[in-house]
T-cell receptor, first 113, second 117 residues
Framework: EDQVTQSPEALRLQEGESSSLNCSYT??????LFWYRQDPGKGPEFLFT???AGEEKEKERLKATLTKKESFLHITAPKPEDSATYLC??????????????FGAGTTVTVRA | ETGVTQTPRHLVMGMTNKKSLKCEQH?????MYWYKQSAKKPLELMFV???????ENNSVPSRFSPECPNSSHLFLHLHTLQPEDSALYLC????????????????FGPGTRLTVL
């Protein structure tokens, strides 16, 4: 069974204080690892897909990296508008047309001005 | 705006009521999903429809009944719910690719906040 563990559960940052979120995963064969951002009362918003170890993707102050066991979401010089819950999910490679996502519980980031 | 809409956004119902949640996607996708999100828990997949056919029922109680009349619309019919069913119900859609190693990105709607009294 696929497992996704995110840490820390919550992260409080000062504006400009860079930090990283961790997503550890166990999957039989990784088809893709996804990062989403979720604001309170809203649905998850797609950020990145990573496919293989060593891959990196960037979007504004966010940079996602991938190894064979974990992914990191680095937030560089965060601003208050980066406050959100960040969700990690894995999509496993299977014999069927199975594109299910297994999600972690998320990391809630609060950035204070 | 992701192209996936959900109505209503908020719903309060008693345990004996019957109500329905609606989801519509404007992305030309072929797969649609219902998820349940409870506080501090991972998203739980409930149902998957691929080309209007239900391909997944993740051991969901029968008081939740999905319906997918076409690839753009998805409903979740609710009846005799329990207070523990209170949660955010999210709909998502994806292209629904035909297999292989390609990934299939899911795009989510804003959710329906359900409260069962």
């Amino acid at each position: 069974e696929d497992q996704v563990t995110q840490s820390p559960e919550a992260l409080r940052l000062q504006e400009g204080e860079s930090s990283s979120l961790n997503c550890s995963y166990t999957v039989s064969g990784l088809r893709g690892l996804f990062w989403y951002r979720q604001d309170p009362g809203k649905g998850p918003e797609f950020l990145f897909t990573l496919y293989s170890a060593g891959e990196e993707k960037e979007k504004e102050r966010l940079k996602a990296t991938l190894t064979k066991k974990e992914s990191f979401l680095h937030i560089t010089a965060p601003k208050p508008e980066d406050s959100a819950t960040y969700l990690c999910a894995v999509q496993a490679r299977g014999l069927s047309n199975d594109y299910k996502l297994s999600f972690g519980a998320g990391t809630t980031v609060t950035v204070r001005a | 705006e992701t192209g996936v809409t959900q109505t209503p956004r908020h719903l309060v119902m008693g345990m004996t009521n019957k109500k329905s949640l609606k989801c519509e996607q404007h992305l030309g996708h072929n797969a649609m999903y219902w998820y349940k999100q409870s506080a501090k828990k991972p998203l739980e997949l409930m149902f998957v429809y691929n080309f209007k056919e239900q391909t997944e029922n993740n051991s969901v109680p029968s008081r939740f009944s999905p319906e997918c009349p076409n690839s753009s619309h998805l409903f979740l019919h609710l009846h005799t719910l329990q207070p523990e069913d209170s949660a955010l119900y999210l709909c998502a859609s994806s292209a629904g690719l035909a297999g292989g190693d390609r990934t299939d990105t899911q795009y989510f709607g804003p959710g329906t906040r359900l409260t069962v009294l």
